[in-house]
């Protein structure tokens, strides 16, 4: 499936859940994401907008367990890293997101695991964001990067450009998706 195809479907069937089923299925996703980053120290996250998969609790949740957090800044033709204490931190950035305005800045190959948001994925971890590309180009410095999505924004396959980058794990209510390693 061609790349702008899948965004627009995927945008739209999550557009599509109830609050109530968002709320469902946000405490779902949360609860394997806790599971997944447990042995993890450092954990960069991006700050849910719009329909995502909500990140406010469970940024809140991983500062409580004692893990180090860092969310993205937008800036022109990058994101920057802040570690953040709280949500407190944040002010409305770019498009409204909520990001940090000041703190330590990390780098993103400091950073353990990283929630990558999506617009659709398929089973083999390929994504596809909001079609700027800032995540592709942070990604090949992390560590593992987890994506967080509601399974009705899995489609069939993406087709991928070279550039693209396949996320180890994509977390969705129903599921936990893992990359294919390529065959020796």
Same mark, same amino acid.
């Given at each position: 499936? &061609?790349?702008?195809?899948? !965004?627009?479907?995927?945008?739209?069937? =999550? !557009?599509?859940?109830?609050? *109530?089923? =968002?709320?469902?299925?946000?405490?779902?996703?949360?609860?394997?994401? $806790? %599971?997944a980053?447990?042995? *993890?120290?450092?954990?960069?996250?991006?700050?849910?907008? =719009?329909?995502?998969?909500?990140?406010?609790e +469970?940024?809140?949740? +991983?500062?409580?367990?004692?893990?180090?957090? *860092?969310?993205?800044? @937008?800036?022109?033709?990058? #994101?920057?890293?802040? +570690?953040?204490?709280?949500?407190?931190? #944040? &002010?409305?950035?770019?498009?409204?997101?909520?990001?940090?305005?000041?703190? &330590?800045?990390?780098?993103?190959?400091?950073?353990?695991?990283?929630?990558?948001p #999506?617009?659709?994925?398929?089973?083999?971890?390929? !994504? @596809?964001? /909001?079609?700027?590309?800032? /995540?592709? =180009?942070?990604?090949?410095?992390?560590? $593992?990067?987890i994506?967080l999505?509601?399974?009705?924004? &899995?489609?069939? !396959?993406?087709? @991928? %450009?070279?550039w693209?980058?396949? +996320?180890?794990?994509?977390?969705?209510?129903?599921?936990?998706?893992?990359?294919?390693?390529?065959?020796?």
């Amino acid at each position: 499936m &061609k790349k702008a195809e899948a !965004r627009k479907n995927g945008l739209n069937r =999550r !557009r599509e859940l109830t609050e *109530a089923e =968002r709320n469902d299925f946000n405490a779902s996703i949360a609860a394997k994401v $806790m %599971d997944a980053v447990s042995s *993890a120290q450092v954990i960069g996250c991006y700050v849910s907008f =719009r329909q995502e998969v909500s990140t406010h609790e +469970l940024i809140t949740n +991983l500062i409580r367990a004692g893990k180090q957090v *860092a969310v993205p800044k @937008t800036l022109p033709d990058h #994101l920057e890293f802040y +570690l953040i204490g709280s949500l407190d931190e #944040l &002010k409305p950035g770019v498009l409204g997101i909520s990001e940090p305005d000041h703190g &330590k800045v990390i780098h993103p190959s400091k950073i353990d695991i990283m929630l990558v948001p #999506l617009s659709s994925f398929d089973e083999c971890c390929h !994504r @596809t964001g /909001y079609g700027k590309g800032y /995540y592709d =180009r942070i990604l090949p410095y992390c560590r $593992m990067s987890i994506g967080l999505a509601y399974e009705c924004q &899995k489609c069939d !396959r993406i087709e @991928t %450009d070279p550039w693209d980058q396949t +996320l180890d794990l994509i977390i969705t209510e129903r599921s936990i998706y893992q990359k294919q390693l390529p065959e020796t």
